[in-house]
Antibody
């Protein structure tokens, strides 16, 4: 199992960013996937989940601002981050239950 | 939301000694199917979290048998027998009974 996140960077408050997670080593379309984040020096914070049939669940802190999606043909998971706030600054990990990627840093600052 | 509360360790832990990390949930994680929906993770410095234990007491593939998980529906313990240098990091418990998935605040293990 390999999960590789990309798309992070420095973005101004109120702007948008789209994260990607490229999956390999398993049948991506058969698994639900998560996004989890970790603010600098802090603990783990679950963000969103998408099922194999594309049903979605979000944490209250991101509901209405973030959108999780998947492209099974490309074996890729996405997280669209809109209306970003400074408190969204974190490392964002994609995960298939027990398997996690290395994470991608998102910094929201003016 | 289910609140997960972790205890602290009396750091640093002498190498070769055992260490126990506690975790408490605000709601029973014991499902009617008999399984307890609790994970334990280790996050080593500079790395992403690694799954150690799932279903409260089942070791993940490749995890040393020095790690063991136990507990009831709301009180859980991760025991590390004979602590080694590679065990250093922050340990997290997580419930996966319901959404939002919630984590404990983490317990840091330092080696003496």
């Amino acid at each position: 199992v390999q999960l590789v996140e990309s798309g992070g960077g420095l973005v101004q408050p109120g702007k948008s960013l789209k994260l990607s997670c490229s999956a390999s080593g398993f049948t991506f379309s058969s698994y639900g996937m998560h996004w989890i984040r970790q603010a600098p020096g802090k603990g783990l914070d679950w963000v969103a989940y998408i099922s194999s049939s594309s049903g979605t669940v979000y944490a209250d802190a991101v509901k209405g601002r973030f959108t999780i999606s998947r492209d099974n043909a490309k074996n890729t998971l996405y997280l669209q981050l809109n209306s970003l706030k400074s408190e969204d600054t974190a490392i964002y990990y994609c995960a298939r239950e027990g398997d996690w990627g290395q994470g991608v840093m998102v910094t929201v600052s003016s | 939301d289910i609140v997960m509360t972790q205890g602290a360790l009396p750091n640093p832990v002498p190498s070769g000694e055992s260490a126990s990390i506690t975790c408490q949930s605000s709601k029973s994680l014991l499902h009617s199917n008999g399984k307890t929906y609790l994970n334990w993770y280790l996050q080593r410095p500079g790395q992403s979290p690694q799954l150690l234990i799932y279903w409260m007491s089942t070791r993940a593939s490749g995890v040393s048998d020095r790690f063991s998980g136990s507990g009831s529906g709301t009180d859980f313990t991760l025991k590390i027998s004979s602590v080694e240098a590679e065990d250093v990091g922050v340990y997290y418990c997580q419930q996966f009974l319901e959404y939002p998935r919630t984590f404990g605040g983490g317990t840091k293990l330092e080696l003496k």
